[in-house]
């Protein structure tokens, strides 16, 4: 398994622009996270979904921020409209109910808003 | 989840043994102690876990005391490669991932091999 694949690495945009990151889970995991990396906060959890169904969106920042899980094999997160202070490394994971080795982390996107 | 209490920062010589501490005194029955660890620019990456007993894998050692009190992680003979930010996290590790089971990151220790 290539592991949990997040597009893009990089994204560089102008405030206000509407901006979609992409993550891929492992094939099976039935959970899904999405995290947002700053060095003021540190690692901060979102959202997350099982089987596709978001379960706890409380740290999703404000409604500009959204999130979809289609299917078992496909996750965005979008910000309309970007904001500066949106800035930050967003990382997706994925893991299995059941599975004692916690969750396995994409490389993450970063997310640059100018 | 209960809090954990790591030092901000740690250096190891390589090639000698990197001990990592962790302060968890609040910790449930049911919580496990999982280390991950994150190397600048990557996603976190999982290391060990262990809930009383000490474990190892290819990876790390995990001693636990026995009141779980706190822990210690364990790389046997440190590289440059394990320079990273490493976290202790408490959590549930059985059923459904609740509030008390997801993954929660404090602040962690950031470990520098010196050459």
Redesign the interface.
């Known amino acids: 398994d290539a592991g949990?694949i997040q597009s893009p690495r990089h994204e560089v945009t102008e405030m206000g622009q509407e901006v979609t990151l992409r993550c891929k889970p492992i094939s099976g995991h039935d959970?899904l996270?999405w995290y947002r990396q700053t060095m003021m906060r540190?690692?901060e959890?979102l959202i997350?979904f099982?089987n596709n169904v978001p379960?706890?969106d409380s740290g999703m920042p404000e409604d500009r921020f959204s999130a979809k899980m289609p299917n078992a094999s496909f996750s965005t997160l979008k910000i309309q409209p970007s904001e500066p202070r949106d800035s930050a490394?967003y990382?997706c994971?994925s893991?299995l109910?059941?599975s004692?080795?916690?969750?396995?982390?994409?490389?993450?996107t970063r997310l640059t808003v100018v | 989840d209960a809090k954990t209490t790591q030092p901000p920062s740690m250096d190891c010589a390589e090639g000698r043994a990197a001990n990592l501490p962790c302060n968890h005194s609040t910790i449930s029955g049911n919580e496990y102690v999982y280390w991950y660890r994150q190397i600048h620019s990557q996603g976190p990456q999982y290391i060990i876990h262990g809930l009383k007993n000490n474990e190892t894998n290819e990876m790390a050692s995990l001693i636990i005391t026995e009141d779980r009190k706190s822990s210690t992680l364990i790389l046997p003979h440190a590289t440059l490669r394990d320079t990273a930010v490493y976290y202790c996290i408490v959590r549930v590790a059985e059923g459904p991932i609740t509030s008390g089971s997801r993954l929660t990151f404090g602040e962690g220790t950031q470990l520098t091999v010196n050459p």
């Open positions: 949990v959970y996270f540190g690692l959890l997350y099982n379960i706890d490394v990382f994971a893991s109910r059941v004692n080795y916690g969750y396995t982390f994409g490389s993450g």
